[in-house]
């Protein structure tokens, strides 16, 4: 496992931008899969984005064309560039890692983070 903390939330108009930072310490391996998850009131955590070690990413159908992950390696940290936000993103989000393939499933990642929250006003 690998220690992450996120920062960059909070709160912006609809159609504004934020940048959420993950930043990755600790553990005996480098994760092969990252990504940011979200989770809203009442609702499951489901996926964002993720990024695996090659730099191939998958994003959610409701994010596509909006948001856009990265990372650098050098730095230890994990990008989530989100634009044209819309109230329906409000939500805590939460960066991840595994070791394994990039899955759909959180049960296949074994590292989270605390989470931030993203509340996006109409």
């Known amino acids: 496992q690998v220690q992450l903390v996120e920062s960059g939330g909070g709160s912006v108009q609809a159609g504004g931008s934020l940048r959420l930072y993950c930043s990755i310490s600790?553990?005996?391996?480098?994760?092969?899969?990252m990504g940011w998850f979200r989770q809203a009131p009442g609702k499951g955590r489901d996926e964002v984005a993720v990024?695996?070690?090659?730099?191939?990413?998958r994003y959610g159908d409701t994010v596509e064309g909006r948001f856009a992950i990265s990372k650098d390696n050098a730095k230890g940290t994990l990008f989530l560039q989100m634009n044209d936000l819309k109230p329906e993103d409000t939500a805590m989000y939460y960066c991840?890692?595994?070791?394994?393939?990039?899955?759909?499933?959180?049960?296949?990642?074994?590292?989270w983070g605390q989470g931030i929250q993203v509340t996006v006003g109409s």
């Open positions: 991840a890692a595994t070791g394994d393939y990039c899955y759909h499933l959180t049960k296949y990642y074994d590292s």
């Open positions: 600790g553990g005996i391996y480098s994760p092969n899969c």
């Open positions: 990024i695996d070690s090659d730099g191939h990413t």
